[in-house]
């Protein structure tokens, strides 16, 4: 843009980075703002801002209309200028080798610089490998007064390209006056560090629960029930990023990387039905609902009540359940406010406690239940009703409150019983906020809990219905019990708990919270059989903590595979017979 004089008041724009290191693939959105400077307000109505992307560029040293491709590390490692150390091409760098070899060598004799590197250099016999990654060595790159710069972008938004990559880029802006083409501002220039490549995914599998021999003819009766996987996996919701991880980089913290990392991960476990918490109400209406539509899912939302302002619009998080629309379809669909079920329990109690527990009791977490039908299997074994019953729940966090966190699961529990037909079975995954053999864990396993008033000051407990009839095991901890698992993933489960040693995983804190507890085969409802479960990972695999640049989310994802059962199938009666 062209632009003419500048007016005799002034604008300033200011520019900030979340991270100043880009990653390839990974939209930058800087934060930009307009103030006035001087006597007069900045125009509201009637001026832009001007954006421009630069990419710096590095010239071929021999053919100088030429992009450089890579980079002579010797040159770089001996101090000698960059510009010529840079070439188009493995020949043109052979073609040069002699006058090349002649500054290596005159650089060695009359430099001041570390003798001891100067002679590894020289008695290496041949020089150091190039190549394009050489670009990409942050150690090599040197700041210089003059640098040429290709435009790339006119967009406010940029996303690195592999062409960026080693390169620095540059944004300038400025604000514009909309009727005179007037700069209104002094233009604003902001460099970035070099363009990163992003990480290397590391896999995780479905490990096989391996069925003891006498069974084997019932493992492997494909067309026995209905096969699918399930995904469970808090994401870590941008509002909570702001606490201290200091041990994550800067550039691995920002939104725009962490959902492109969080995509690929959901994306390559390839579940069936996928059930995600903390997940931000703008994120999920311009991310991950049209990104995971395009994947072939459909999709259910429930965001939590309590908003907060972000200083563009008012967000909250809350609970997605995708799942295939070739696979299943949605038959029903409940949301559950907890901070809506207090009113029973809190007029229960004594009238000198009604108000402090109603203020400790209403949180605002949420559940979301969906019943699933499978249409398309409908035809397998005599037609049996192929539903199953989703759930998606995120509970309490805050450690102070045991008894809040019984209260919300119980009440889950009350509602599915009003909610579910007998013979649907039950996946109930979730952030429960709870380790192993907890109170709200030994309910959900166990189908029942003897009253305590050792962590329920407010007498809360002794009006719950602290029993249910459903046959609930969670996913892993029965995985810790099967015939036949690989020696590598015992070291990663409570030898006690038979429960993942953590899901959630910081230099203060690692524990076990997050589960998916499924309806255990019985003779008497449709139920599930646990086929496999996604390998955990551990401290080795973790590093420092989480998040990280490998992992986006200061939780890991579960996932297991089930077999769906009619009642009366041989499995049912099996496991019947023989419950361990």
Known sequence: MDLTETHSYKCKVNVTLRSTKPVVGCEINPFVSVRS???????????????????????????????????????????????????CSTKCFLNSWQAHMWRHRLKMETSTDDKQTIRKLRSCGSWPEFGSECLSNEKAVVM????????????????????????????????????????LSDLNVTLT??????????????????????????????????????????????????????????????????????L???????????????????????????????????????????????GKQFVTDGCATFYRNDLFKEVAKYEIEFNKKTSPVVEALKSELRNEASIRLKKDNIALVVILGTPKYCHTYNAFPSRVCVVNAHICSDPKFPDVKLF?????????????????????????????????????????????????????????????QFSLASAYASFGLAVGKQER??????????????????????????????????????????????????NKDLAAGLPSPLWSSDHIALMATFRMLPKNHPATARKQADPS
């Open 144 to 183: 210089e007064e003059e640098k040429e710069w290709l435009l790339v972008s006119c967009s406010k938004n940029y996303v690195p390209k592999m062409d960026d990559l080693g390169l620095t880029l540059k944004l300038e802006c400025v604000a514009v006056d909309f009727s005179s083409n007037t700069a």
């Open 264 to 310: 690929r991960e959901i994306i390559e476990y390839s579940a069936d039905i996928i059930c995600l918490q903390e997940v931000q109400s703008d994120h999920f209406e311009n991310f991950f609902k049209p990104e995971l539509t395009k994947e072939g899912y459909m999709v259910v939302y429930k965001k939590r009540t309590n908003e907060v302002y972000t």
């Open 37 to 87: 400077e001087g006597p007069l307000p900045a125009p509201s109505r009637d001026y832009s801002v001007s954006y421009k992307w630069y990419r710096e560029q590095k010239f071929c040293s021999i053919h100088h209309d030429k992009m450089a491709t890579f980079q002579c590390v010797s040159c770089v490692k001996l101090n000698i200028t960059r510009k010529e150390s840079y070439h």
């Open 408 to 468: 919300q699961v119980v009440t889950l529990i009350n509602e599915l019983e009003k909610i579910l037909q007998p013979e649907i079975p039950l996946l109930i995954c979730g952030d429960f906020n709870s380790v192993p053999k907890s109170d709200p864990h030994t309910f959900m396993v166990t189908g029942r809990l003897e009253y305590s008033d050792s962590v329920d000051p407010y007498g809360v407990y002794q009006h719950l219905k602290l029993d249910h």
């Open 489 to 538: 993933h015992l070291g990663k489960f409570n030898l006690k708990t038979r429960e993942p040693i953590l899901t959630f995983f910081s230099p203060r804190f690692s524990k076990t919270l997050d589960y998916i507890f499924f309806t255990e085969c019985f003779l008497i409802v449709n139920s599930l059989e646990l086929e496999g479960v996604l390998e955990l990972l551990d």
């Open 193 to 262: 560090d070099p363009v990163i490549e992003f990480p290397t995914a590391q896999p995780r599998c479905i490990v096989q629960i391996q069925c003891p021999r006498e069974s084997s003819s019932l493992c492997s009766t494909s067309l026995n029930g209905i096969h699918f996987s399930v995904l469970s996996y808090n994401i870590l919701s941008d509002l909570y990023t702001n606490q201290k991880y200091h041990y994550c980089p800067s550039w691995a913290l920002v939104w725009e990387y962490r959902r492109h990392n969080l």
